[in-house]
């Protein structure tokens, strides 16, 4: 080695020089390149935690408001993983610290970047972030240093290879070529020359060999066969310089994939396999074998008959090429999928002859396929499986989501509402699409509270939440629709029955108070008017002894009306005590034993007394109303107590009456129609009117104790709150109404069975 590099040779001068120029050309684009991509990754590791930085200002805007220390720490903590991060603290407006992280690292910050934390365009702290690139370069140096050790091995390569062919075809030829001309020049003809690998020397060879024969004839055969030497040399020179250029560009192409080859001649058993294929499968390129079998032992035995059938030339597509996926067995034991793509060669008849196959390896990409699969099948299970009715609508207002409530709510299916504008999908929502337009410029959750609508012409309030998304980067109004009218009503008769239960205890206060002072002044009016009764043999005697006439003191309080006026207090004494009396049994918890009745029974028994009360029979002439009477049989059997049930529905009944009778103008045909069904778990009565109904406000408050919209004198306004009571306190059952104006009232009584 040390005398090739002291001596002047043309192979040395060769190999040096072009040693140097690769050297060189590498070196300069090797330093090139890691400029470059060191500039452009320092670039791209800022960029990444800048946006990352903002990113977690946002993140946390969240929990600081909440003062959620914990998720605080939490995303300090992920965050702070990060090699570049030295230190984070979040800090309020008024620089009191409320969280910080420090690394361990003894370095000294390149960046220090601080944003401000806002929710709902309010600042409500700082975030403060030290950054340190210097592991980042680091790593560039090593990797520099990886770099330049590679391309010394390279260049240690190239020397050695460099060497070899030229020791090939320069330096053993020349060798060669002098021994000849050293035998010529001793005079020594052998009987064969060697063949020179280059054109030029053996012409050299061929000159000195014709001038050795001398012989004119040997020398035309000698120069025939060496230019037929020649022409095969260069025929073979030319041969394989393009064999070898194929082959190079091969080993290039399967070198620089990430696929692997294997390349079968049909009428071999042997498959070349590239080493990235046997790497592909956790081998090295000595552990196996090239057979046929190997492939095939290696395939998945459900994708074994397709795979055997490509690898023999069959299901190829007539530009000879074929596609599929299937599974191999890996050397840790596990499946992997793999991609693959093969070209059939036909000869010029039209027979194959050889497949060449690449291979990728396609686990990763079926895992996440299979996982986003499973993620929109899980989101979209969670989305049908929810009571509310979710809906998607675009900026132009066409659905693009439409889970299985809705589905069953309108009965209109998924495929048929996608694309569909919203108005024709769900019409009784219509008046809702501003505030749908609302959410996309405003970007937040927009409410609407209490939206009264109708379906199947039953009047339902909804709960509107509209949520702005954006997915495949368009805008998306994902709409939650909650039907609230049984919660309504739930808390309708919730605070229904808070009344009653502060009303009543305020009404038993009240009785007894009035009911002592009360029975005086009726034990008063009383003795007052037997006091002056002359039919009292007591009255006469103290007159006469006084020496006044008995006769015309009652004549005189006759003149004067004072007898009306006794009355008067006791009827109107009388009237106070019924109320009283009311009041008692409003506040009292009943303890009536129940047992089994006929409500049907009941029912008729009600109507009678109806008929036979005088102030119906004289004012609202109840005889004239017409009774509709539809009864389940089913139903006629509950377990009640029937002085309530029927106190409650001569109520009813009285006031269903009465209604009718002060309806203006008059009903033509006043009906007053009785219903009765049976279901599992009770009896529901209903009686309606076809009377002039009533308002909402009046509706919220008839079962108020006191409440009454009838004339002074006309009612105490206890009647519907006692028999709110008696139905819902003492037979655990419910009342309710349902009334508009001008269209009548229906009340419906719903007594559960006994239990």
């Known amino acids: 080695m040390v005398q090739f590099f002291c001596v002047n040779s043309l192979s040395r001068n060769l190999l040096l020089g072009t040693v140097t120029i690769v050297c060189t050309t590498i070196l300069l684009l090797s330093f090139f390149q890691y400029s470059q991509v060191y500039r452009h990754s320092l670039t791209t590791v800022e960029q990444k935690t800048y946006h990352k930085i903002q990113n977690l200002s946002k993140i946390l805007a969240v929990p600081v408001w909440n003062i959620d220390l914990d998720t605080v720490e939490r995303v300090l903590s992920v965050f702070s993983e990060s090699s570049t991060v030295l230190q984070i603290r979040i800090d309020e407006p008024d620089g009191k610290l409320i969280a910080e992280r420090i690394s361990d690292t003894e370095t000294s910050a390149d960046h220090i970047i601080s944003r401000d934390i806002f929710y709902n365009d309010q600042n409500i702290g700082r975030l403060t972030v030290h950054l340190s690139f210097a592991k980042f370069r680091q790593d560039q140096k090593k990797k520099l240093f990886i770099d330049l050790f590679t391309v010394g091995l390279l260049l240690v390569a190239i020397l050695i290879l460099t060497q070899i062919i ?39 060879a061929t000159n000195f060999e014709e001038m050795a024969k001398q012989v004119a004839l040997r020398e035309t055969e000698l120069t025939r066969i060496n230019k037929q030497l020649q022409d095969n040399i260069e025929e073979r020179k030319r041969v394989e310089y393009e064999l070898r250029s194929s082959q190079e560009q091969f080993s290039l192409i399967a070198a620089s994939t990430m696929d692997g080859i294997l390349d079968r001649k049909l009428d071999e058993d042997t498959l070349r396999y590239t080493p990235r294929w046997k790497e592909l499968l956790g081998y090295s390129d000595d552990e196996l074998t090239n057979s046929i079998a190997l492939w095939l032992d290696k395939v998945h035995p459900d994708d074994r008959e397709m795979t055997e059938a490509l690898s023999n030339g069959h299901y190829y597509d007539e530009s000879g090429r074929a596609e599929m996926e299937f599974r191999m067995l890996h050397k840790d034991g596990n499946y992997r999928w793999f991609l693959g793509r093969g070209q059939l060669l036909t000869d010029q008849n039209g027979k194959p002859y050889r497949f060449i196959c690449s291979h990728s390896d396609i686990t990763h990409k079926k895992q996440a396929v299979e996982r986003l699969i499973s993620a929109k099948d899980m989101l979209q299970n969670i989305i049908n499986c929810m009571p509310s009715l979710i809906v998607g609508v675009t900026q132009e207002l066409t659905v693009t989501l439409w889970n299985e409530t809705v589905e069953g709510y309108t009965g209109i299916n998924a495929e048929d509402a996608e694309g569909r504008l919203f108005k024709e999908m769900l019409p009784d929502l219509s008046d809702i699409e501003p505030q749908i337009l609302q959410s996309f410029t405003q970007t937040t959750p927009v409410s609407v509270p209490k939206v009264a609508s109708t379906h199947d012409n039953v009047s339902v309030t909804y709960d509107i939440v509209i949520f702005p998304v954006t997915i495949n ?108 009396a009311n009041m008692l049994e409003f506040s009292r918890s009943s303890n009536t034993k129940r047992v089994p009745c006929n409500i049907h029974d009941l029912i008729e028994k009600s109507i009678d007394l109806a008929a036979s009360d005088y102030m119906l029979k004289t004012q609202q002439r109840f005889r004239q109303i017409n009774i509709i009477r539809e009864f389940d049989e089913s139903a006629s059997q509950i377990s009640c107590a029937p002085q309530e049930i029927e106190q409650v529905l001569l109520n009813l009944l009285k006031n269903a009456a009465q209604a009718l009778a002060a309806a203006t103008p008059p009903v033509e045909n006043p009906t007053i129609a009785i219903t009765t069904q049976q279901s599992n778990s009770g009896v529901m009565i209903s009686i309606a009117d076809n009377g002039p109904g009533m308002n909402e406000e009046i509706r919220k408050r008839v079962f108020e104790p006191f409440y009454t919209t009838k004339p002074v004198g006309d009612g105490t306004g206890l009647g519907l709150s006692v028999s709110y009571f008696i139905i819902t306190n003492n037979h655990s059952g419910r009342i309710s109404v349902t009334s508009a104006q001008d269209q009548g009232a229906e009340f419906r009584v719903f007594l559960p069975h006994a239990m």
């Open 473 to 580: 980067n368009k805008q998306v109004a994902v709409l939650r629709i909650d039907d609230i009218t049984e919660r309504l009503r739930m808390e309708e008769r919730i605070i229904q029955s808070e009344k009653m239960t502060s009303i009543s205890g305020l009404a038993a206060g009240m009785a007894h108070e009035i009911n002592n002072p009360l029975g005086g002044i009726l034990q008063g009016v009383q003795n007052v008017q037997r006091r002056f009764s002359p039919d009292l043999p007591p009255n006469v005697r103290a007159a006469e002894q006084l020496g006044c006439s008995l006769e015309k003191m009652t004549a005189y309080m006759e003149h004067r009306e004072i007898y009306g006026l006794l009355d008067g207090i006791a009827e109107s004494g009388k009237r106070a005590a019924s109320i009283i």
């Open 166 to 204: 030229l020791d090939k075809y320069l330096k053993k030829p020349l060798t060669q070529l002098s021994d000849m001309i050293t035998q010529l020049r001793t005079g020594t003809y052998p009987d064969h020359y060697p063949k020179l690998s280059t054109r030029e020397l053996q012409d050299i």
